[in-house]
């Protein structure tokens, strides 16, 4: 599906401006040039359910996809839990031809790298996500993985074991920095947000708050034993009808 550049969104803060365009909305989310960073994007409902019938896409409307679409055009490397990917059917990551002329012009490839997060290896190598890759995508897995999986993800992919029996996500961002990839637009989902959070490794959070309560007993967007309270500043709100689109970036010194 082409980007939905039409649904109007308004920006309340810093610089209130109604119905702003994708230039203006690509500045409110830039990266900060020349150094690593990571932002996780997610959507929940007003009550913290992160998803609706086991998917995102039921809390989302055509705002959210447009903010979610752009998100991915900057990035260098996407990154997203292998649990996201079976559960949202991804295929394979390839950006629309807007996007495509907007990164030629900024200097970027084509497309961004396609990295995935698994321990399992439960990932076919003969899926979309692999087989109609523009690019060839990262696999970050353990040491346990098994071997014959390990095997046949090789031909695909590049897989790269970055820990024991845990993904070590502070060595993801290393390996991604080493690629070239400085750049990490993630997609969650609340597993790996919860890892990378205790591991001080997010820097960002996209928030869409969804006009909702879903009530049930849907997780939230971030699921971690391990991980320590991280306090979080406001960079931007923006709001179409009812719904907000909140970043927060991490507080200096948390
Ligand atoms: N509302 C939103 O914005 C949003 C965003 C994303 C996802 N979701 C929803 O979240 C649900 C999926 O949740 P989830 O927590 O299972 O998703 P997830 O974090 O994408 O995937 C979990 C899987 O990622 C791998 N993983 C995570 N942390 C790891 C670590 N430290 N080391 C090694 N592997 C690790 C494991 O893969 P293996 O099982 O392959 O070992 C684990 O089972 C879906 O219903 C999806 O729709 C919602």
Same mark, same amino acid.
């Given at each position: 599906m082409p980007p939905s550049t039409t649904v109007p969104i308004d920006r309340l803060w810093p610089e209130p401006a109604g119905a702003v365009d994708d230039a203006s909305l690509l500045e409110t989310y830039a990266f900060p040039p020349d150094r690593s960073w990571l932002r996780m994007n997610f959507i929940a409902s $007003?009550?913290? @359910?992160?998803?609706?019938e086991d998917r995102s896409g039921g809390l989302g409307d055509a705002a959210d996809r447009r903010v979610f679409d752009l $998100?991915?055009?900057? @990035?260098?490397a996407v990154l997203v839990g292998a649990g996201t990917v079976r559960a949202e059917g991804y295929g394979p990551m390839r950006l629309h031809a807007a996007d495509e002329a907007w990164r030629a012009a900024h200097g970027l490839p084509d497309q961004p790298v396609f990295a995935l997060v698994t321990? !399992? $290896?439960? $990932?076919?190598?003969? !899926?979309t996500v692999f087989t109609d890759a523009p690019v060839r995508p990262v696999v970050y897995t353990v040491d346990a993985a098994p071997a014959d999986r390990r095997k046949a993800l090789a031909r695909v992919a590049d897989v790269v074991a970055v820990g024991e029996t845990d993904v070590d996500p502070t060595r993801v961002r290393d390996d991604l920095s080493a690629r070239g990839l400085q750049h990490i637009h993630a997609e969650g989902g609340p597993s790996v947000f919860g890892a990378f959070l205790a591991a001080g490794a997010v820097d960002e959070l996209c928030l869409t708050l969804a006009p909702t309560l879903e009530g049930g007993d849907a997780g939230r967007i971030a699921r971690s034993a391990g991980a320590t309270p991280t306090a979080m500043a406001l960079a931007a709100v923006l709001r179409s009808g009812d719904e907000l689109l909140l970043r927060y970036t991490r507080a200096t010194g948390s």
């Open positions: $007003l009550d913290g @359910a992160v998803t609706r $998100l991915r055009r900057p @990035a260098h321990r !399992s $290896l439960e $990932l076919d190598p003969d !899926s």
